[in-house]
């Protein structure tokens, strides 16, 4: 099963023997999926149980998620069938409605054509008809990425990646919009890792794609952080954290689950494992 997107949102239930509808303040997540049957699922996850409780699987142009204009809170969606009179209705939980219309224009374009690879704006100042809300798996990659439960970083390493995000967020201020991992995992800050630290490479090397020279070398490597493919993989990750719907998966950093649920809280966690890592040697050394 591969996760195509997904974002907050809870469930609005009709209203008996009415056309209006609900919220329900249960806390929930739609995720775009294709299923292991190869067709493509919408899942609707209650958040709170981890649990999921719709799966509706839709069939190329028979879909269409789009708003309810008469809405009163004004961010209800429904997803209506051709093929039926079936009416799904969800309601946007993310806190920002800035990012609600870039998710519709990719959910529809998947509705009609499964394949559809869609290209997500990550820039801070993004518009409301263009700011992005939702994960998009790294499908733009021919060779699949290092995922976040198939790494298992080294202190140093946190350490390293602790000393570029103090040394970028110590220039910024309130006002500035919130740091993304594509301002942190740049060529500019990976490079000097692989000259610098070249014990590095067989540790990535198993996550590496197969048909490279064994082992690497660190001109290999600036070429693959330097390909879109490693830019969409980061751009993915990044997104999916922001949705915070990854929880457990992060776990493979050796991070608790709770770094999985923001941006924030998983640049925190890496920077108290790689306190943890420091203090640990000092104590070896003594």
């Known amino acids: ?25 249960t806390k929930g997540a739609v995720i775009l999926q294709n ?3 190869g067709l493509l699922h919408f899942l609707w996850k209650n958040r709170s149980t981890n649990e999921v409780e719709e799966d509706l699987i839709l069939f190329p142009s028979d879909a269409m998620f789009a ?34 219309e870039e998710f519709v224009r990719h959910i529809n374009h998947y509705l009609e054509d499964p394949d559809y690879i869609p290209v997500w704006d990550t820039r801070p100042e993004a518009s409301s008809s263009e700011a992005s809300t939702s994960t998009s ?5 021919s060779q699949p990425a ?18 570029i995000i103090a040394s970028m967020s110590g220039n910024t201020t309130a006002a500035e919009p919130e ?36 082992p690497p070398s660190p001109e290999v490597l600036q070429r693959i952080i330097n390909s879109p493919q490693f830019r969409s993989a980061v751009r993915s ?10 929880g ?34 000092r104590m070896d050394t003594d």
């Open 248 to 281: 457990n998966l992060v776990t493979g950093l050796g991070l608790p689950d709770e770094a999985g649920t923001g941006i924030e809280a998983f640049l925190r966690a890496v920077q108290d494992q790689a306190a943890r890592g420091e203090g640990e040697d």
């Open 179 to 214: 740091l993304a991992l594509t301002d942190i995992l740049t060529p500019a800050n990976l490079n000097p890792l692989f000259t610098s630290h070249p014990d590095l490479i067989p540790a990535l090397f198993p996550h590496l794609p197969p048909d490279l020279p064994t």
């Open 137 to 141: 798996q790294p499908l733009a990659s």
């Open 146 to 163: 290092p995922g976040p439960s198939q790494v298992a970083a080294t202190p140093e390493q946190l350490s390293r990646l602790q000393s």
């Open 35 to 37: 299923g292991e049957d």
């Open 1 to 25: 099963m591969t996760d195509l997107l997904a974002f907050k949102a809870g469930r609005a239930l009709r209203r008996e023997g009415t056309n209006s509808v609900d919220p329900s303040p």
């Open 237 to 246: 990750f990044d997104q999916a954290l922001r949705t915070g719907l990854l």
């Open 67 to 100: 708003k309810v204009s008469q809405s009163t809170p004004g961010r209800t969606y429904v997803l209506k069938f051709s093929s039926s009179n079936q009416r799904h209705f969800f309601w946007m939980q993310d806190a920002s409605a800035s990012k609600d």
